[in-house]
């Protein structure tokens, strides 16, 4: 079993910037790709980013150019430095990590508990 544990977050305004992190712990076969979702309140989870165990990134198109996501695979983090923040990016934040096993093809999703982020205008 993975456990994720998130920091950072919190309350800036509009144009600010803040930075959230996700340690993984646990019972970790290979931890393949990490990401954040995100949810405002009355909507769906939706994928910000996720980037490989390689590298490769993936951002939502709403926070390209604003958002750069990061991991370091020797200590299990991953973290999104969120810059010319927006009103819109208001929502609770959710680590995002896939696990696998023995199976190449086998994925396992395990999430954070979730962290706020506000964007006051």
């Known amino acids: 079993q993975v456990q994720l544990v998130e920091s950072g977050g919190g309350l800036v305004q509009a144009g600010g910037s803040l930075r959230v992190s996700c340690v993984a712990s646990g019972s970790m076969f290979g931890i393949k790709t990490m990401g954040w979702y995100r949810q405002a309140p009355g909507k769906q989870r939706d994928l910000v980013a996720s980037i490989t165990t390689g590298g490769r990134t993936t951002y939502a198109d709403s926070v390209k150019g604003r958002f750069t996501i990061s991991r370091d695979n020797g200590k299990n983090t991953v973290s999104l430095q969120m810059d010319s923040l927006k009103p819109e990016d208001t929502a609770v934040y959710y680590c995002?990590?896939?696990?696998?096993?023995?199976?190449?093809?086998?994925?396992?999703?395990?999430w954070g508990q979730g962290i706020q982020v506000t964007v006051s205008s």
């Open positions: 995002w990590v896939q696990d696998g096993d023995y199976n190449p093809l086998a994925t396992y999703d395990f």
